[in-house]
Structures are given as C-alpha cells and as structure tokens.
C-alpha cells in the first residue's frame, strides 16, 4: 500500500534533517507522526517514529539532573489548592486535564508526549482548583524535580488506564518510583481512566489493593465524562479545606466568594482571616451551618465546617 505522503510531513521530515538539538528533533519527530497518514502501508514509519522519539527522550532523561534542574519546574500555588498528577506512559492524564479544566495539554496516542508541567484550572461549584500536569513516571524518566513538585502538592492524583494490559505491573511500578523518591500517599486520590471499557471496576480494584483501600479511587471516561464531577468532589474534599462565607448585620451573605480555609479552623482563625483587628476586638459571632442552629452565638474557639456562614460582630 502506498505511503502517500502529506506535503506537511515531508516539512517536517526536512527540520529532522536539518535539526542541529535534541529538542528540535523531538518538535520535528513529533510533526512527522501527527501529519503522517495513519493507514497499515505507514505503520512501520509510524513505529520507526516512535522509536526515535523515545530513544531522543531518554537521552534526555539521561542528562546530569544539574542542567535539567536549570529550567524551572516550579509551579506557584494557585486557587484553593494543588493537585499534581502522576502516571505512567499514556495513563490518560493529559485527556484528563483537557477534560476538566482550561488548560490544553497536548494529548498523543505515544508516550512522554508531555514533557513540562502544565497548569489549569478546574471549576469547583464557586471555586477554582489548581491541576498540574506532568510528564509520564517511569524507569530511566524519573528527574529529581518530579518528586519534589509531588511532594509539595496539596493532592496527588494517580492515574493509570484500566484498560491496559500491563495495569498491575504499572501500578506496581508506579508505587516503587514514588517511595525511591519519598513521596508520601498520605494526601491521594486514584483516577482509573477509560472506564468505558470492559473490566474497568474488577481493574480499579485490583489496582487499590496495589496502592491501599484507604485511598479514594473513581473509575472514570475523560472522553464521555463518566465519574468526572465524582472525582472532582474527592479532589476538593483531599485538599482539607473549607469554604467560609461572612455576612454584615442584616444583610445577605455573598456565597460567591468563600474564604477557603484549612479544616479545623475556629471562629477566630477565620475572624482573623477576614481582618487582623477581630482578633482582638471580637464581641460575638452568629453562624448560620452545618454544626449549629441558624443564627447561633459561639464562641472563640467554635469549629467552623465547609459552607457556614459567619457574622462578626466587634
């Protein structure tokens, strides 16, 4: 079967040619197999792509962590918290933040085609929570400044396809890399991609016995939006805040914009939150919520749950 070749991929194949980096190989490589028509007379090319795609990344991978280090990969904190993804090779995470929030990650059908972390925003009910991209985890691509963005993050969310055949050996896999670099699974949640396909619940929980039943897992599709608003509950609920609304005497509460505070806080932590001179001049509070009777006085030391609505009185 002829090749047929696009007029974009012989431009592509030419900045190959002429690529002088590693990099500039990669971006090329990466033209080619996007342009290139996807019919059996050019799987071997596709194959031979891919291979030369792989070997350029762990080259990469390869390059004394000092140089990569150089870069940048921190990503500042931004909404109500941060939740780093994790996976390995085409886990489905880049689908999966493309899915659920602003950011568009380039989404491939080979592997290590996300290659920085990359930020969006995920809309929950009237807040928004940070998602971060990563490149895939695995043995011979694991740079140092992968764990240390993990370590930092508020969730982390692992992400393994249910459909893949090596599933447990990548689960398996997966957990070993995360304790050679001291992340910890105490802040988790587990996302089973593809879940449309047959075999995804015997999957998902054969991968939480891998990882520990204590671990919240949801079985989800990014692509028909199974379970997403499902997960999304267990992202914000792993995060370990809540939202505080205040209202003036006698007026409504605006319940567009919460103060998102750490679980646990007391009336006067979220006083002081709101302004340092409740601390001291604090007369009396009412809160309106989930642990109390609307409009009940409390006191200093009340803990205050996610929803409640608070009048400060000084």
Do not use: C
Request: hydrophobic residues 40%; without cysteine; glycine residues 8%.
């Amino acid at each position: 079967m002829p090749a047929n070749l696009t007029p974009e991929f012989r431009e592509a194949e030419e900045r190959f040619r002429a690529a002088l980096t590693g990099e500039e190989k990669l971006t090329a490589l990466e033209a080619m197999l996007r342009s290139i028509p996807k019919h059996k007379g050019t799987e071997k090319m596709q194959a031979d792509i891919k291979r030369r795609m792989a070997k350029l990344k762990a080259e990469a991978a390869r390059r004394p962590a000092t140089a990569r280090q150089r870069t940048g990969h921190h990503v500042p904190r931004e909404g109500a918290g941060q939740v780093v993804l994790v996976g390995p090779p085409n886990s489905g995470k880049s689908s999966l933040v493309a899915a659920v929030t602003n950011a568009r990650p380039v989404v491939a059908d080979y592997p290590f085609s996300t290659r920085e972390p990359l930020s969006g925003m995920m809309p929950y009910e009237n807040l928004q929570v940070q998602l971060v991209d990563t490149p895939p985890l695995a043995p011979g691509f694991a740079p140092p400044w992968m764990f240390s963005l993990l370590r930092g993050a508020d969730v982390i969310l692992l992400v393994l396809d249910l459909s893949d055949p090596d599933l447990l050996e990548q689960a398996e896999g997966l957990k070993v890399l995360l304790a050679e670099g001291k992340v910890s699974l105490s802040r988790a949640v587990i996302a089973g991609t593809r879940a449309d396909l047959p075999g995804a619940a015997d999957n998902l929980s054969l991968v939480r016995e891998i990882f520990g039943r204590d671990i919240p897992a949801v079985a989800i599709s990014a692509t028909r939006g199974d379970n997403l608003p499902v997960l999304q509950q267990r992202l914000f609920d792993g995060l370990g805040v809540i939202r505080i609304y205040t209202r003036a005497p006698g007026k409504r509460p605006d319940l567009t914009a919460p103060f998102v505070l750490p679980r646990g806080t007391t009336l006067v932590e979220a006083a002081a939150a709101v302004h340092k001179d409740f601390v001291t001049n604090l007369k009396f509070a009412r809160v309106w919520g989930k642990g109390t009777f609307d409009g009940q006085m409390v006191q200093r030391d009340h803990v205050l749950h996610d929803g409640d609505v608070v009048e400060l009185h000084r």
